[in-house]
């Protein structure tokens, strides 16, 4: 995972890969008044949730496509 801000706005950048599908994404979250709060993003190629303190929704940008060969999307099971 690679980290960016820029600490005069309080926008802060990080690229992941997805540890369901393996697709590489960049994560962007504002972090000003108001406070910021837990919210969620997903992955763009198979909608694995995960979550960030941000104030606004985060922007997330496809980086590479999954490498895992499948078509599928993840299912969230509760138990």
């Not at 690679?2 to 960049?26: I, K, P, W």
């Not at 504002?30 to 993003?41: G, K, T």
């Amino acid at each position: 995972m690679t980290n960016s801000s820029d600490a005069s706005t309080n926008v802060r950048q990080f690229e992941r890969a997805c540890t369901y599908c393996g697709a590489r994404f960049s994560v962007t979250v504002l972090r000003e008044a108001p406070p910021a709060v837990l919210r969620d993003y997903q992955c763009p190629d198979c909608g694995k949730s995960s979550e960030v303190h941000s104030s606004l929704p985060p922007l997330v940008r496809l980086v590479s496509r999954r490498t895992d060969g499948k078509s599928d999307n993840y299912q969230e099971t509760i138990f």
